[in-house]
């Protein structure tokens, strides 16, 4: 068997990949269970994601993930959509960021669920990739962020 350094980057990255997959997976399941893991899996194949078509869809996880995002960073739900507060605006990021990520909506959809412009919504999902590309420099927000995620695709896999 070859060793790991005498492989090329792209090989150590996918291997680097699949380790961090089972490494995530055996997480899972030692959180719900496998048959569960299993059932969550095989609801991703069929529904990977929802169409923008699907209004009803839409509104229902957008008003799960608001939700969520309101309880896993702690704020006040009055405040939630006009604080200027560093919280309230990194859980709004958030809430935009997992809706493009989980459904097939548009920024300006997201926009007018939010009563932003387009370019805020892209302009916010951006910012938390790379936040989240770093997260030893945002280690709060990225457990927060996390923490609304995976009760996210817990929701989402559902979802008929």
């Known amino acids: ?32 269970g496998l048959c569960r893991t ?19 869809k839409f509104k229902l996880i957008a008003t799960y993930i608001i939700a969520q995002t309101i309880r ?5 739900e ?10 309230y605006r990194d859980a709004r990021m958030a809430c935009f960021h997992l809706l493009k990520r989980y459904t097939d909506c548009s920024y300006a959809k997201i926009g007018e669920a939010f ?24 280690p709060v927000f990225t457990s927060r962020y996390k923490r609304v995620e995976d009760q996210v695709l817990l929701f989402i896999s559902k979802l008929p």
Do not use: H, W
């Not at 299993?38 to 009803?56: H, P, Q």
């Open 115 to 138: 009563e932003q412009k387009k370019r805020n919504i892209l302009y916010f999902c951006q910012k938390c990739d790379e936040m989240l590309s770093i997260p030893d420099f945002y």
């Open 38 to 56: 299993i059932e969550l899996v095989k609801s991703f194949i069929d529904n990977s994601s929802i169409g923008v078509n699907e209004t009803e």
């Open 1 to 32: 068997m070859e060793s790991l350094n005498s492989q090329s980057k792209p090989e150590r990255a996918t291997i680097s990949n699949y380790l961090t997959l089972q490494k995530n997976l055996d997480e899972v399941i030692g959180k719900i």
């Open 72 to 76: 896993s960073f702690d704020l006040k």
């Open 78 to 87: 009055d405040d939630f959509y006009t604080s200027k507060i560093r919280e």
